[in-house]
């Protein structure tokens, strides 16, 4: 199938397929499964979904240590520079936190890490170490204390010796091999095996992210992150070859999406005949270019257009990459940022992983007889005009004694 010229009602329409939800059901059972039986639970739906009866559900450490040696050379060099580049980026995210003070009262926004992560590592076409690496140096970055991971046995019965071995050499050692639905599930009820988390992280299918989806408020969730998607714009101006090559590498993935907005219809034409699978939909200008992208607010942006940041800053997307030379795939594995994105619209109100996905914010408030003095009959007024008179007395009893 060539890419297929759309129009916008078709586009509209698209989306809401994305967000159809007829695994609702199947995943509701999972989890009440797990929720009820723990460990039993996931060896047989792991036995189910992935045709491995395994004997133990966490991984053994001589099998991580032995997983880590053996990862070749080159691959660690491209682990270690990777992650190089990931820790500087995401320690300049760190938040100092402030303080309002007064005479009598401060007041004081302070950061923490979560306790516990539970990091969700899919391996279903391959083993993605990058996104071992996206997931766990934010959270190592922010300081969280118990780092967990889950990942299928897909591999020969088993989690895939690179995701062990990365896992291993970031320093990883309580690792699961669950995956799918039951596998959040298990960090978000915990199990015999699995322990219950804070917050869970890192992408899926869509039975992954409808586990999550349910589960939120339960545990933190870090983003809705399913099926990937990019949206590419140009004016014409940009290089055909670049914008077929990160259309494929999107679609590549499982239910990708892949969509190109351009103002020429003879690009349109011309790389529907080069690419199979996803869509393109000609926009008669850079105004309703915008408007189109932040109806999709996709996962992936790419402006490929003369002067790109007119576009760039109105837009909605989880990541942008402005320019012909700055692809999607570069922000996938060596930029520095995280690659797990908000997808299916929801890029609207929600952002990419990142260290505030693994910290909670607080505050800390410290006032003195004297704020009561000043300020006790001016605060009682709220609380009495609400009826809440108990909510009064706590200021008013205070500001008695203040004298």
């Known amino acids: 199938m060539q ?28 989890l009440d499964e797990v929720k009820r039986r723990g460990d039993a639970a996931l060896k047989e739906f792991t036995e189910r979904f992935d045709g491995v009866k395994v004997k133990s559900i966490r991984v053994p450490a001589g099998e991580i240590i032995e997983a880590e040696k053996n990862i070749d050379k080159g691959v660690m060099s491209a682990v270690v520079h990777t992650a190089r580049r990931l820790e500087k980026y995401h320690s300049r995210q760190m938040p100092e936190g402030f303080t309002i003070r007064e005479k009598g009262c401060s007041v004081e926004f302070r950061f923490s890490p979560v306790e516990t992560v539970g990091i969700y590592i899919p391996a279903g076409q391959a083993p993605l170490i990058s996104t071992v690496l ?39 050692r309580d690792i699961f091999a669950v995956g799918g639905a039951q596998a959040i599930a298990a960090f978000a009820y915990g199990t015999e ?28 969730i870090d983003v809705p992150a399913g099926p990937s998607e990019v949206v590419v714009f140009t004016d014409g101006s940009a290089d055909a070859d670049f914008i077929e090559a990160d259309m494929r590498a999107q679609i590549e993935h499982t239910d990708g999406l892949g969509i190109l907005l351009t103002t020429s219809e003879k690009t349109g034409r011309g790389l529907s005949n080069r690419i199979k699978g996803g869509y393109w939909l000609k926009v008669k200008d850079r105004k309703e270019a915008v408007e189109v992208i932040n109806l999709i607010a996709p996962e992936h942006l790419q402006v490929m257009c003369k002067k790109p940041h007119s576009i760039a800053r109105n837009v909605v997307a989880g990541a942008i990459f402005v320019g012909d030379w700055s692809s999607a795939v570069l922000g996938d594995y060596f930029a520095g940022s995280s690659h797990v994105l908000p997808t ?9 992983v990142s260290v505030y996905t693994f910290l909670r914010s607080y505050v800390l408030v410290e006032a003195d007889a004297g704020f009561y003095r000043q300020y006790g009959e001016l605060m009682e007024i709220l609380p009495e005009m609400e009826g809440l008179l108990e909510h009064r007395e706590s200021i008013s009893i205070r500001r008695r004694k203040a004298g």
């Not at 129009?7 to 999972?30: F, M, Q």
């Not at 969280?144 to 320093?171: C, D, E, F």
């Open 134 to 172: 996206m997931t766990v140096i934010p959270a190592r970055v922010a300081g969280v204390k118990n780092i967990y991971v889950a990942s299928p046995p897909s591999y020969r019965g088993k989690v895939h010796p690179l995701i062990l071995g990365v896992l291993g050499h970031l320093g990883i």
């Open 344 to 352: 299916g619209r929801t890029a609207r109100f929600a952002s990419g």
């Open 3 to 30: 890419v297929e010229k759309i129009a916008i009602e078709r586009l509209k329409s698209i989306l809401a397929v994305r967000k159809d939800r007829e695994i609702d059901k199947k995943v509701v059972s999972i």
């Open 193 to 220: 095996t699995v322990p219950a988390v804070d917050v869970i992280a890192g992408p899926g299918n869509r039975y992954v992210e409808t586990a999550k989806r349910f589960l939120y408020g339960r545990v933190g």
